[in-house]
């Protein structure tokens, strides 16, 4: 395709389950963010990835939550014992490098029940 | 990274300017002023970026004084379909990462 895709777009899971959120960069883009929003916020930066390295973690809430990239195409962030506040929109995005405009994708919306 | 402000909301009617103003007293020598747009249900996408002077595409125009501690984006006669919400965002995009730091944002309303 040619933009960004996620997949699942929506998940529904119970609190104390593991999730496992995928995300298909553009082809060719060397760069890769996952961002969450919040309901009436910006997207909040999580983790960055440049080709299969994890160059930023910085965001990353907790260490529940972890993301790879290892082939530098696809990927997943996965959030292990999912809890009620990791409800979100799980955004992706990916640009060319790291100084060109990111593209986003759908997102996926979690809902911890 | 600078911290930005602008408005929580802005009105307009169909076929009028809009001028959106942003701004980002701590801004840093390298760093850029980049404009996104985000429709409800959607991801959002860039617009416009800029450093200094005035920026134009087929979508916007940007301008920034020579003291960029401020930036417009201006949208030229707006549709229905500009109604989104505008966000401003301040940073390096040289460094090591080039996250985006977004804010609340604007919300745009365009009326008939």
């Known amino acids: ?113 | 990274l600078a911290k930005t402000t602008q408005p929580i909301s802005m009105d307009s009617y169909e076929g009028q300017e809009v001028n959106i103003t942003c701004s980002h007293n701590n801004i840093a020598t390298n760093d850029y002023i980049t404009w996104y747009q985000q429709f409800p249900s959607q991801g959002p996408r860039f617009i416009i970026q800029g450093y200094k002077t005035k920026v134009t595409n087929e979508v916007a125009s940007l301008f920034i004084p020579a003291d960029r501690k401020s930036s417009t984006l201006s949208l030229p006669r707006v549709s229905l379909s500009d109604t989104a919400v505008y966000y401003c965002l301040v940073g390096d995009i040289g460094g090591a990462t080039n996250k985006l730091i977004f804010g609340t944002g604007t919300l745009l309303a365009v009326q008939p």
């Not at chain 1, 409800?87 to 979690?110: H, I, K, N, V």
């Open chain 1, 1 to 113: 395709g040619a933009g960004v895709s996620q997949s699942p777009r929506y998940k529904v899971t119970k609190r104390g389950q593991d999730v496992a959120l995928r995300c298909d960069p553009i082809s060719g883009h060397v760069s890769l963010y996952w961002y969450r929003q919040a309901l009436g916020q910006g997207p909040e930066f999580l983790t960055y990835f440049n080709y299969e390295a994890q160059q930023d973690k910085s965001g990353l809430p907790n260490d529940r939550f972890s993301a790879e990239r290892p082939e530098g195409s696809i990927s997943t962030l996965t959030i292990q014992r999912t809890e009620q506040r990791d409800s979100a929109m799980y955004r992706c995005a990916s640009s060319l490098s790291r100084d060109r405009e990111q593209f986003f994708g759908p997102g996926t919306r979690l809902t911890v029940l």
